[in-house]
């Protein structure tokens, strides 16, 4: 369950974000353009580059024992370096998530399609999920408590912006929640990269 937990925290970390993914997510969410298509690509692709990373990390592994102890402490530096934009983020207040946005109605294939479009052509898409959770993943015991974490932290998300897009657009607009939000986010990345120095 901490391995599990460990998971859910990383990525949480790093898929909540002001974000041009969100941004287009919330946009289209508000307008019940067929939202549990853009859910589902989001999660769908989350958890296969989840899976790839910490599998594929491992694998490098067999090839290349000494490999993991350096990406374990590229880990621990990138979770503190986030965990640090996290803290400054709380102490500025940096505004809010707001929607971009929407030009037009799409049927869901055109949804679907921009959706896996936005997400995979976004280069920050690969340093989180592959680079940093699939390095952090890799040094874990249980992997597939790990990958099941990560990916339950992205269904959570995007279940929760696309059903619940009016009532979050408010919240997640105001300074003031983002605020304690990253202030927490930034406690527990500081925790879990504790955690991976312990095990290095």
């Given amino acids: 369950m901490s391995v599990f937990f460990t998971g859910y925290i990383v990525a949480l970390g790093l898929i909540v ?34 899976t790839l990373g ?16 350096l990406l374990s402490w ?37 949804v679907g399609v921009t959706a896996l479009a936005i997400t995979l052509l976004n280069p920050h898409v690969y340093l989180d999920t592959v680079i940093l959770i699939g390095s952090v993943g890799a040094a874990q015991g249980d992997k597939l408590a790990f ?10 998300w995007f279940t929760m912006l696309t059903g619940f897009a009016p009532k979050l ?17 930034a406690a527990l990345l500081c925790l879990v990269a504790m955690t991976l120095v312990s095990w290095n």
């Fill in 74 to 110: 590229m880990g621990v530096a990138l979770l503190l370096w986030l965990a640090f934009n996290a803290a400054q983020r709380a102490v500025k207040g940096t505004g809010g998530l707001q929607a971009a946005k929407p030009v037009r109605v799409q049927n869901a294939w055109q």
């Fill in 17 to 50: 974000a002001i974000g041009a993914q969100n941004a287009w997510v919330l946009s289209q969410s508000m307008r019940g353009n067929h939202r549990m298509v853009i859910a589902l690509v989001c999660i769908l692709c989350d958890a296969i580059l989840i």
């Fill in 169 to 185: 657009a408010t919240y997640l607009r105001s300074p003031t929640h983002w605020r304690v939000f990253d202030g927490g986010m």
């Fill in 147 to 156: 990958v099941l974490g990560a990916s339950f932290a992205s269904l959570t």
């Fill in 54 to 69: 910490v599998y594929g990390v491992n694998q490098l592994k067999v090839l290349i024992p000494p490999l993991i102890p």
